[in-house]
Each structure stands twice: as structure tokens, then as C-alpha cells.
């Protein structure tokens, strides 16, 4: 089992940028895709990004493409997710996961991750 720790999360205003991370222990190997989720008040959880277990392949959710860049840092045990030109529209509580049955090809569907972390609150005022 893995712990997953985010944090980096707060409030900004729309234009602002932040970066979330989160980090890992309790598993030596960091051969396993992650992902980024959100829960924005009174709305399920939903997919924002994913990254394969070396880095090589990402994924993302239309709303944020070209605004977020997700990416992990193995030898630290450390996944990122950076966001740039916030919205008020991104204000939600921002999940890490780990989906330890993938390396590649990384699962947008969070019922696909093992591992959650709990969560850093990102509010983005307009």
C-alpha cells in the first residue's frame, strides 16, 4: 500500500497559477500511472489528468488543457500538477491517485485507482 499526500492547494484569484503535489511512501517502486481528480461542492469527483509511471504519456480533461501540466518526479516519490490561468470553474478539492495495475496507458476512470490521497482545497475566486 501506498500513502499519497497532496498539498500546495489555497486560494488564488482567476489568472493566477498554483502547483499541487503529492507525495508518495510506503511503496518502494514507482512503476504506476497517477492521476489527478477533482470534487468541486455538490458535484462528483471527476477526472483532470493523468501520467503514466516514467512520464511518457499524460492525459487530460477539455477544460484543462493548455492551462494544466501534470508530471512526476520518481526519485522523489512526486507527483505535480501545475495550474496556470485558474478559473473560478476549478475550484474544487484536488485528489492525487495511484492505479497500481497500470504503467502506461493510464486510466481516466477513478474507480481504476487504488490509492487516494486527502485531498488540498483550490479556491479560485473571479
Known amino acids: 500500500q501506498v500513502q499519497l499526500v497532496e498539498s500546495g492547494g489555497g486560494l488564488a484569484q482567476a489568472g493566477d497559477s498554483l502547483t499541487l503535489s503529492c507525495t508518495a511512501s510506503?511503496?518502494?517502486?514507482?512503476?504506476?500511472?497517477m492521476g489527478w481528480f477533482r470534487q468541486a461542492p455538490g458535484k462528483e469527483r471527476e477526472f483532470v489528468a493523468a501520467?503514466?509511471?516514467?512520464?511518457?504519456?499524460?492525459y487530460y480533461t477539455d477544460s484543462v488543457k493548455g492551462r494544466f501540466t501534470i508530471s512526476r518526479d520518481n526519485a522523489k516519490n512526486t507527483l505535480y500538477l501545475q495550474m496556470n490561468s485558474l478559473k473560478p470553474d476549478d475550484t474544487a478539492v484536488y485528489y492525487c491517485?495511484?492505479?497500481?495495475?497500470?504503467?502506461?496507458?493510464?486510466?481516466?476512470?477513478?474507480?481504476?485507482?487504488?490509492?487516494w490521497g486527502q485531498g488540498t482545497r483550490v479556491t479560485v475566486s473571479s
Open positions: 491517485a495511484a492505479d497500481f495495475g497500470r504503467r502506461e496507458y493510464p486510466s481516466q476512470e477513478r474507480t481504476e485507482y487504488d490509492s
Open positions: 510506503g511503496r518502494t517502486s514507482s512503476r504506476y500511472a
Open positions: 501520467i503514466s509511471w516514467n512520464g511518457g504519456r499524460t
